[in-house]
């Protein structure tokens, strides 16, 4: 509760500092504010669920995921810092936007109300529907929100009618009270209708098979660090609420529905990599990609009693690569109209360390080992093997090599030049780029050199 | 002393390198190589007494995995390869050859801790991070320093890298399977699993995939020749020389001692297929114009045919296979040497466009049999121990076996007499072409007091395999 509290307070400070005229401080500040948010999730007594009507738990999980999205949240800010440079006076409404987003995601990984899951779902979305749309100027930005306005509004439907249906059934809002209901022999058939409603507006924000047609516009057209708030904050996000709300409730689902997520796991992998491989925009590529690796986070959801360790570490490895990834795509495209792979050639030669850092980013996401994404994949099969899903691990593997080509296209393509060649790509001279991909990098290789630390945590 | 120095000195070694700026990368670079080699050589006493080294730490505690280092007479004589091999490797290189040459050297140094890490690791999982982290040099080492056009290199490239790393991908899958049964990687646990028949089928195969392709069996082979050709002298060398090897070495540690209940039919598919692959691979040798190519389809079938001895899983057919993963590697980097230095002399691999060297180069052309006849196996030099062994031990097990594979000794010495010939003897040629030089000397000595010193006393290696082996 005290994390909420904290980071809404920084929000609206933001949007103050804007009114007093303070731009400088505003991205100092926020990121001190949401340095003070991680302090203030561990001082909380814990386990104490008495908070406003018990509508927000407090346990070890949910600490450790509100610690992920803060931390995904600074990086995002700083960047921020450089990227709205061009337009300054709207700098506090893009920060504190972004703070919101990371407040819907803490909401929602820490509710226990129902209302509380809805209302931070809300808060995300609709603070990304503006985000995609912000560059007004720009008729891609307009589609981008519009389409996620639309369709999202759509998905937030679905799940607002699932937790009608899961009231009607359960007469409660309350998470622990409908487990209690459960176990009760004659619940009503809606019961499982509602929860599956849920999943499918969760599937839409994670852009899973096949709720994902939207993400590869919407990526696109939306500004590019608000692509990276989506492919990495919201979609962990999403993730993690759509494993929380299966931990407790998936027992009453019916064997059909365990098929079902089987085949969309399926389709979601195959579907992401196959078609990332013809990518020409690296957003769009990386839009494809994150819809595979959505298919490898729901891996968990099969085998939910023991694998919220395996999404944690999934979860981080796969969001800081992203960070570090699009903090080097922020640096490359700065002043172009367009994100494409052809921009980064000759990157290699003209700025070694931002294509070295790119490279470990890559090969992170192609699960590479000594790099945390090798880790994250290899504890998902490891679970899914001792479940008995063999078929599905091997399938999981031939996706892992098909992605490896389209990640090492873009690899190659920045050693890539001919005769100075390289000398013409305009590079931001921007400090905090750099910076960021470097932090992030290295959580990335720390996780990975020392994944006993992470894994001991839940 | 312990044995994780070794690979702090290769690992340390490549940053060192790194920092150390364009002039200085290729002296560091050496240095480091030649630390190794004695550090290598300080084992050598205990070793020779029939000891071995064990070595742990723990890594990642929840799953049980452990930087599990173990040196018995097998690893050793790989780390010999590599330790040995590597100051000779990276002094053939020209000093301003390369652009950023400070990045090669480091990637150079930190594919040999990779690889000396794969022959050090026996904890499953951390062999498997070694084993794949010594791709990931050689690719950008073929990509960025390669010859040909770019877009062939950057094709050829990603094929190998893609075909490797999927092979090695179901040998993860494999090793989980059996880290179920135990819940542990360590080659001790899984050495004592207790796998029903049609596992054990499965986990041989999903092993002999993975090394069917990198040493490369028939028909897993198509990657090999196109990188060879593609990659820089100090690529080639490094693959054929000491990478390759570690697929050999793998059958040896991990996959022979681990799937003790494999049905004896799928073990002669296996062998059946190297014994294919040797004759391919001596028939399209025959008709390679290419001297890298052809090099390249020679090493194949001479690897091909350590391969099928191996799988025999009998105690001469391990000794062969490691004694002539050895001899193998002194022999291919020479003739790799050899090349390079016809190369830069006439800007050619194309046999055709040489003839006569012989005439202006004497002691090169005097090198250059001594590897050719080497490689075809002749009595007196190293390969002939190795080779001979290997057969005996496939006649052991069917005499068809020994008869078809000994054809590659006939086709052979047919093909790379014939290369020798075309581009030492014949007419003589108007191009000035200098003889070798006193770096070149020294280093073509070496691997000939190799080859030639082991093949009259191979005593030593026979000891060190023997006192040590599990098999024994």
Known sequence: MNTLIVLSGVAVLILILELINFRKGIVPLSILGLATGIWATFVEEPFVSTDIYQMVTDNQPSRWFSTLFILLTIGIVALGQDFYKSRSAKLSDFISLKIFVLIGAVCMITFEHMVMFFIGLEILSIALYVLAASVPEKIKSNEAGMKYFLLGSFASGFVLFGIALMYGATSSFYLNEIILNLSNPDIPKWLPIGFAMIVIGMLFKIAAFPFHFWAPDVYQGSPALTTATMSTLAKVAAMATLFKLSLSLQSVMPEIYFNILYILIICTLFVGNIVALKQKNIKRLLAYSGISHAGFMMFTLLTVESSIQDLLYYATAYATAGIAAFAVILYVTENKKEELILHFRGLGKRSPLMAFILTLALLSMAGIPILSGFFAKFFLFKTALSNGFLTLVILGVINSIISIYYYFRVIITMYTFKNDEHQSIELSNSKIYPIIAICFIIINIGIGLFPSYLLELI | ?472
């Open chain 2, 1 to 472: 002393m312990n044995i994780s120095f070794l690979l702090l000195i290769y690992l340390v070694g490549a940053f060192v390198t790194y920092f150390s700026g364009k002039k200085l990368a290729k002296t560091v670079a050496l240095i480091t190589s030649i630390i190794g080699l004695i550090c290598w050589g300080s084992y050598l006493p205990e070793m020779i007494n029939g000891k071995t080294i064990t070595e742990s730490y723990p890594w990642i505690e929840v799953m049980n995995i452990n930087l599990h280092f173990y040196l018995d007479g097998l690893s050793y004589s790989m780390l010999a390869l590599c330790s040995i091999l590597l100051p000779i490797i990276i002094s053939t290189t020209k000093n301003a050859q390369f652009e950023k040459a400070n990045t090669l050297y480091a990637l150079v140094l930190f594919m040999a801790f990779a690889m000396c890490g794969t022959f050090l690791s026996i904890d499953g999982f951390v062999y498997y991070i070694f084993w794949e982290l010594a791709l990931i040099p050689i690719f950008f080492i073929g990509l960025i320093w390669g010859n040909d056009e770019f877009k062939v290199r950057k094709k050829t490239m990603i094929t190998f890298f893609i075909y490797t790393f999927a092979g090695s991908l179901l040998m993860l899958v494999a090793f989980v399977y059996l880290y179920m049964q135990n819940g542990s990687f360590d080659w001790n646990t899984l050495k004592q699993t207790s796998l029903s028949v049609k596992e054990a089928n499965w986990i041989y195969l999903a092993f002999f995939l993975a090394y069917a392709i990198k040493i490369p069996v028939f028909p897993f082979h198509t990657w090999q020749a196109n990188t060879y050709e593609k990659s820089p002298a100090i690529g080639t060398m490094l693959l054929s020389g000491i990478m390759l090897k570690m697929g050999l070495y793998s059958i040896l540690r991990w996959q022979l001692p681990l799937t003790q209940g494999v049905e004896s039919h799928i073990v002669k598919t296996v062998i059946v297929l190297c014994i294919i692959g040797i004759i391919y691979a001596s028939l399209i040798a025959l008709k390679q114009n290419h001297i890298k190519r052809l090099l390249a389809y020679s090493s194949m079938a001479h690897v091909g045919l350590i391969a099928a001895g191996a799988y025999t899983n009998s105690i001469d057919g391990t000794q062969g296979a490691i004694i002539q993963m050895l001899a193998h590697g002194f022999v291919v980097v020479g003739l790799f040497y050899i090349a390079e230095i016809i190369y830069s002399r006439y800007q050619t691999y194309h046999l055709n466009e040489m003839s006569g060297i012989r005439s202006q180069a004497v002691k090169l052309s005097s090198f250059f049999l001594i590897f050719v006849f080497s490689s075809i196996g002749l009595p007196g030099t190293f390969s002939f121990v190795g080779e001979f062994t290997l057969l005996y031990s496939l006649s052991t097990v069917n005499l068809w076996y020994a008869i078809f594979a000994g054809t590659t000794i006939i086709i052979g010495a047919y093909y790379m007499l014939k290369m020798f010939q075309i581009s030492m003897l014949g007419a003589e040629n108007s191009r000035a072409f200098a003889d070798v030089s006193t770096k070149e000397f020294v280093i073509l000595s070496v691997l000939v007091i190799c080859i030639i010193g082991l093949g009259i006393y191979p005593e030593p290696i026979y000891k060190l395999i023997s006192l040590t082996h599990p098999i024994f």
